[in-house]
T-cell receptor
Framework: KQEVTQIPAALSVPEGENLVLNCSFT??????LQWFRQDPGKGLTSLLL???SQREQTSGRLNASLDKSSGRSTLYIAASQPGDSATYLC??????????WGAGTKLIIKP | DVKVTQSSRYLVKRTGEKVFLECVQDMDHENMFWYRQDPGLGLRLIYF???????EKGDIPEGYSVSREKKERFSLILESASTNQTSMYLC????????????FGPGTRLTVL
């Protein structure tokens, strides 16, 4: 059964730092992996989706990588800003259309 | 832009009431999903639908039912609301083809008293 883990559960860094969020999964047979952002009390915003055949995707200051063989994905945020403060979730899609979710990393960027 | 809307941002109901949560997407997506999100438990899938009038149980369907009469609309029904159904409810949609990226609505915070 697929399990998705995100470590750390919370992270606090000063503004301007580059940072990496981690996501690991137990079954490498995935179709894709998606990173989301959630602000308090709000819905989820899709940030990046990486297909199983891809190694990375980039959008602005965000870069997501995927290593299927080791069951790992990272989300790299460059030059962090206070507006990046949110909870970041990763989710993997297996054979069906359902997503298997990590518990999220709560990120705080200190001005 | 893909847009997923939910009928209410906040809802307060009483125990035993029948509750309807509505979700509408405007991108002609085949798949639609209902999740609930609780602190410490993360997102859990309640039901999903991959076509009109089709539905599949997710991980926690007990106490819920769904309806999909039109492609753009997916309704979640709490037949008899209970206090343990107090939660944030999130709707999402995705295509069957392509990359299947899921897009979410703003959520409905339901409180059952």
């Amino acid at each position: 059964k697929q399990e998705v883990t995100q470590i750390p559960a919370a992270l606090s860094v000063p503004e301007g730092e580059n940072l990496v969020l981690n996501c690991s999964f137990t079954d490498s047979a995935i179709y894709n992996l998606q990173w989301f952002r959630q602000d308090p009390g709000k819905g989820l915003t899709s940030l990046l989706l990486i297909q199983s055949s891809q190694r990375e995707q980039t959008s602005g200051r965000l870069n997501a990588s995927l290593d299927k063989s080791s069951g790992r994905s990272t989300l790299y945020i460059a030059a962090s800003q206070p507006g990046d403060s949110a909870t970041y979730l990763c989710a993997v899609r297996g054979r069906g259309y359902q997503l298997i979710w990590g518990a999220g990393t709560k990120l705080i960027i200190k001005p | 832009d893909v847009k997923v809307t939910q009928s209410s941002r906040y809802l307060v109901k009483r125990t035993g009431e029948k509750v309807f949560l509505e979700c509408v997407q405007d991108m002609d997506h085949e798949n639609m999903f209902w999740y609930r999100q609780d602190p410490g438990l993360g997102l859990r899938l309640i039901y999903f639908s991959y076509d009109v009038k089709m539905k599949e149980k997710g991980d926690i369907p007990e106490g819920y039912s769904v309806s999909r009469e039109k492609k753009e609309r997916f309704s979640l029904i709490l037949e008899s609301a209970s206090t343990n159904q107090t939660s944030m409810y999130l709707c999402a949609s995705s295509r069957t083809s392509g990359n299947n990226e899921q897009f979410f609505g703003p959520g409905t915070r339901l409180t059952v008293l």
